[in-house]
C-alpha cells in the first residue's frame, strides 16, 4: 500500500481576520496535499480555529459580546475564507466543539492519573498576546518580541504537567531524528530551548483559575478551573482524525506532518511532543517550521496593523498569482518581505513572460501550422532530447522537494522546464521552418515537444494553481489528466495523445502595470 500523509496547519486564533501569515500556511498545506493526491497517496489536510484563551475574552470584552459569539464570527471568517481561496481541507475543526472537549478531558484525566500533573504555587512573567508565561529568551528590552508588550507579573495556585520529565527522551529523540524539526537551523534552536527548560525545572501551567479567566475547557479534576489554553489547542492533532479510536486514527498519526511558523515552534516542539509522550503516543513525523512574512520588515500581524488580506489580493491579482508568488517567494523556513511590487514582479517575469508566453506560443503556432491539433512527432534530434531529459528531471526533482518541504525548491524545478522549452521553441523557430521547404517537416515535432512540455508542467503545477493547471490542460484538448492517473507515471514522457484538439485562448496570466493600478 502507498505511504499514507495527514498534514496540519495551526488552529488558528479567532480574534483576528486571516491574512498573509495564515494564507501561506494553509497554502502550503494545502500544495502538499494536492501533490500526495497527485501520487496516489492517502492524504488527510486538517485546519481549524482555536477558540478558548484570553486572548478571545480580551476581544469580546472591547466588543460587549459574548466569547462564543466572538469565536463563531471569526471561526466562521476563516472557514469562508478557505472556501472561497479554494484550499481543500478535509476537516475544519473547532476547539469550542464538544467532541474536542471529551477529548481534551480525558486526555487530562489518563495524565493525571498517572501522576504527571502537579497543584502548586506559581509566579512569572505572562505574555496574554501568546497566552503564556514568558522566558528570558523570548522578552527583548523587557518586552515580548512577537507582541512588542511587556509581560504581566502574575501568581497563581496551578496545575503543572511536569514535562521535565521527559527531556531526556526529548533530546535524544531530536538527536536520533535529525529531520524530526526541519529546517535544520530550527532544531539546533529547539535544542537550545531544552537546554533553558530543563534549568528551570521544565514545569509547563497548564490551568487558569475559572476566577479569571472561565473560557476554557473544565479540568475533570478540578470544577474550579478550566485547561489551559494551548494544552487544549495542541490535542486538536489528535481530535481531528478520530482520537483515541476512530478507524483512520493509527494510520494518520503515525504520519503526521505539522506546519507553524516560528512564532508557535516552543509549544510545537517541547510541550507537544512530551504531551504526546505522557498520552502514550509518538510525536509526529515532522515538525515543518517557515519563517515570517513581513512588511517592511516587520512580521505582518494583527497588533501591528500592517497584515495583507488574501481576499483583496484575489480580487486585485487572483488567488492562484497571490499563491503562486508566497510559494515561489519565500524559502521555507526564512522570513520573506511582501509587497505588491514583488508580486507583480513575479507575476509579469515568471507567469506572464515565461509560462503564459510558452502556452500562447505553443497554441497559437499548433492552431496555424498544425490546424489546432497536436501533431504526431515524427524524429527526435538533439534539442528534443535536451528537453526530455529537463522534464524527467523536473519530474524527480518535484518529487524530492516536496517531500523535504521545499516548494519553493520544486517551483524552481518546473520552471528550469518552462525556460528549456521556451529556449527550444526559440531555436527551433517553428514560425520561419514552417515556410522553409528543407526545415518544415520538422515543425510538427517541434510542436509536439512544446505541447507535450506543456502537459508535465501542468501536472506538476497543479499542486501550485490548480485552476490555472486544469486551464492549460484543457486547452491541451486533455482535461480529464489527472483523473486517475498518478504521478511519476502520469507525467512520463510521450503520454499526450496526437490528434487531441487544442484551444488558443486569452493570455493565461495577463502582465500587470502596478502605475496603471493605482491611477
Ligand atoms: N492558536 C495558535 C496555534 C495553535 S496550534 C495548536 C496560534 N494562532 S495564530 O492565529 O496566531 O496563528 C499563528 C500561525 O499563523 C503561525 O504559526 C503561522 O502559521 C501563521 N502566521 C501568522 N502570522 C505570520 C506571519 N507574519 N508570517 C508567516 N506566518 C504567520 O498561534
Redesign the pocket.
Known amino acids: 500500500m502507498s505511504e499514507s500523509f495527514y498534514l496540519t ?5 479567532v480574534n483576528a481576520e486571516p491574512h498573509i ?2 494564507t ?2 494553509s497554502v502550503v498545506v494545502d500544495t502538499m496535499v494536492r501533490y500526495h493526491r497527485l501520487c496516489g497517496e492517502r492524504s488527510f489536510f486538517l485546519t481549524g480555529t ?1 477558540e478558548h484563551g484570553e486572548k478571545v475574552l480580551e476581544v469580546a470584552e472591547a466588543r460587549g459580546q459574548s466569547a462564543r459569539r466572538v469565536a463563531e464570527h471569526y471561526s466562521n471568517l476563516f472557514r469562508q475564507t478557505w472556501d472561497e481561496l479554494g484550499l481543500s481541507y478535509d476537516r475544519f475543526i473547532r476547539t469550542t466543539e464538544p467532541g474536542h472537549k471529551s477529548v481534551v478531558q480525558g486526555i487530562l484525566q489518563r495524565v493525571y492519573d498517572a501522576g504527571e500533573i502537579e497543584f502548586r504555587e506559581y509566579e512569572g512573567k505572562y505574555c496574554v498576546g501568546c497566552e503564556r508565561f514568558l522566558t528570558d529568551r523570548d522578552l527583548v528590552d523587557g518586552r515580548c518580541r512577537d507582541h512588542e508588550r511587556a509581560p504581566e507579573k502574575r501568581t497563581e495556585a496551578n496545575y503543572f504537567f511536569k514535562m521535565g520529565n521527559h527531556f531526556d527522551w526529548l533530546t535524544r529523540h531530536i538527536e536520533k531524528h535529525p529531520d524530526f524539526i526541519r529546517p535544520e537551523r530550527y532544531r539546533n534552536e529547539v535544542l537550545a530551548m531544552l537546554r533553558e527548560e530543563s534549568g528551570l525545572g521544565g514545569d509547563l501551567c497548564i490551568s487558569r483559575p475559572k476566577s479569571r479567566l472561565d473560557w476554557g475547557i473544565e479540568l475533570p479534576f478540578d470544577e474550579n478551573y478550566v485547561c489551559y489554553v494551548w494544552f487544549d ?2 490535542i ?1 492533532y489528535l481530535t481531528g482524525i478520530g482520537y483515541p479510536d476512530g478507524p483512520d486514527f493509527a494510520e494518520f498519526w503515525a504520519s503526521a506532518e505539522h506546519l ?2 516560528k ?2 515552534l516552543k509549544p510545537h516542539a517541547i510541550f507537544w511532543p512530551t504531551m504526546l509522550r505522557a498520552i502514550g503516543l509518538e510525536p509526529a513525523r515532522h515538525l515543518n517550521v ?1 519563517g ?2 513581513n512588511v517592511d520588515d516587520r ?3 494583527k497588533s501591528l496593523g500592517n497584515m495583507i488580506s488574501p481576499l483583496i489580493m484575489k480580487e486585485k491579482y487572483g488567488f492562484e498569482v497571490f499563491r503562486y508568488f508566497l510559494l515561489r517567494d519565500m524559502a521555507f523556513g526564512l522570513d520573506s518581505n511582501f509587497s505588491e511590487e514583488l508580486l507583480v514582479g513575479r507575476n509579469n517575469a515568471d507567469l506572464a513572460n515565461n509560462l503564459g508566453n510558452l502556452v500562447s506560443r505553443s497554441l497559437n503556432m499548433t492552431k496555424r501550422f498544425a490546424n489546432g491539433r497536436v501533431p504526431e512527432p515524427t524524429e527526435s534530434e538533439g534539442p528534443e532530447s535536451e528537453v526530455i531529459a529537463v522534464a524527467e528531471r523536473a519530474v524527480a526533482e518535484v518529487d524530492v522537494q516536496m517531500r523535504a518541504m521545499r516548494p519553493q525548491r520544486a517551483l524552481e524545478a518546473i520552471f528550469a522546464l518552462v525556460d528549456a522549452s521556451n529556449r527550444y521553441l526559440e531555436l527551433r523557430e517553428p514560425w520561419k521552418a514552417a515556410k522553409d521547404a528543407e526545415l518544415a517537416g520538422r515543425v510538427d515535432t517541434t510542436l509536439y515537444t512544446c505541447c507535450e512540455a506543456l502537459r508535465i508542467i501542468a501536472i506538476l503545477l497543479s499542486p501550485f494553481m490548480p485552476q490555472s493547471a486544469d486551464e492549460i490542460l484543457r486547452r491541451l484538448g486533455i482535461e480529464g489528466e489527472l483523473d486517475g492517473a498518478q504521478l511519476p507515471q502520469s507525467a512520463s514522457w510521450g503520454g499526450i495523445p496526437p490528434g487531441s484538439p487544442t484551444t488558443k485562448g486569452a493570455p493565461l496570466f495577463p502582465r500587470v502595470d502596478l502605475d496603471a493600478e493605482s491611477e
Open positions: 496547519t495551526p488552529i488558528y486564533y501569515g495564515h501561506y500556511t482555536d489547542a495542541l486538536n507553524i511558523a512564532d508557535i517557515h515570517y512574512w512580521k505582518v500581524s
